[in-house]
């Protein structure tokens, strides 16, 4: 599993993170398996959220009560979570007293004393920034929270919260699949007119921002094939991708989800990828794709499999 430290902190992250939204449901067994078979293959990263589960904080107790880790299991682990949902609404709410209500929330349910890394869950239209920079402020001094970050935030989103919180910005956590990927594919094809791949939907050129200001890319959704429409592995919408991945999986000897999976760790930004699946198995293989290095032809050629235009 490859491994660096996280810009902006002083945190070693792998470039494969377990995501535990969907664990509600799964008994202590299931989601020790589950994180198991992700600590083997060398996966130490949880990703966590105040509003996955059933009810508020559900995923985050569910793998506390499950886990019970020990100090030394909890200082291997990286735990990293998000707030600014209220789901009641939906709305979303970056105020002081809500990011530190939720914080509060997570921390007990999580049963830790502090949060590696927490992100701002999508953007709040009404965000008052210094609302944010005070509430991390107090966060970061009471060692409560280690590092932060924001999910689906765009360039100018990122530069508001910048100019009023101190500490770096370090994740912003994205969509990202080789069959949804505007984030990567829209530069290929910039200034063609009439191709739909070179409109701007992210800000403006968000993934070289973010490899511009050290700001990690977590891809999230890596095998969906849309917004929450299906996967594309093993789909008959994607007979031409699926034979490539195929192909490659075969000539690398791995699963084919280690082959979607290494199409994202591939790109030189080093972006960790967000595995959602409760599956042992495909986080098992998933994983395998962590250290596979693409060639440019075989990259480009699953670009190409997956409909996007290479001029």
């Known amino acids: 599993m490859k491994t660096f430290t996280l810009p902006g902190t002083d ?128 966060l970061a001094a009471a060692g409560k929270v280690r590092a932060f970050g924001v999910s689906n935030h765009t360039p100018r989103q990122i530069d508001l919260l910048r100019k009023h919180v101190q500490q770096p910005i370090v994740v912003n ?14 530069g290929v094809a910039a200034n063609m007119q009439a191709l739909d791949q070179s409109v701007v939907r992210d800000g403006g050129g968000l993934l070289d921002y973010c490899r511009l200001n050290d700001i990690t890319v977590q891809a999230w959704s890596p095998f969906q094939a849309g917004f929450f429409d299906g996967v594309f592995l093993g789909s008959p919408r994607f007979p031409e991708l699926n034979a490539v991945i195929d192909r490659l999986a075969a000539a690398y000897d791995v699963p084919a989800i280690a082959i979607a999976t290494a199409w994202i760790t591939r790109h030189p930004a080093r972006m960790q990828v967000v595995l959602g699946t409760t599956s042992p198995e495909r986080v098992a293989g998933a994983a395998q794709g962590s250290e596979i290095l693409l060639t440019r032809a075989e990259w480009y050629e699953l670009s190409r499999a997956a409909g996007y235009t290479v001029p």
């Open 11 to 138: 945190i070693t992250v792998p470039n494969v993170v377990l995501g535990l939204m969907r664990i509600q449901e799964k008994s202590d067994e299931e989601v020790r398996t589950l994180v198991r078979t992700a600590r083997d293959a060398g996966i130490s990263f949880v990703d966590h959220a105040d509003v996955y589960g059933s009810d508020l904080h559900g995923c985050e107790r569910r793998f506390a009560e499950a886990l019970d880790l020990t100090p030394a299991e909890r200082e291997a682990t990286v735990i990293q979570t998000k707030c600014g949902i209220v789901r009641e609404g939906p709305y979303f709410d970056f105020s002081y007293e809500h990011i530190i209500e939720s914080v509060h929330g997570s921390l007990e349910a999580l049963r830790t004393d502090y949060i590696d890394i927490l992100l701002l869950h999508r953007p709040d239209a009404l965000v008052e920034p210094e609302e944010v920079a005070r509430a991390f402020d107090e």
């Open 173 to 186: 956590q994205l969509q990202l699949s080789v069959t949804h990927a505007p984030l990567v594919t829209q």
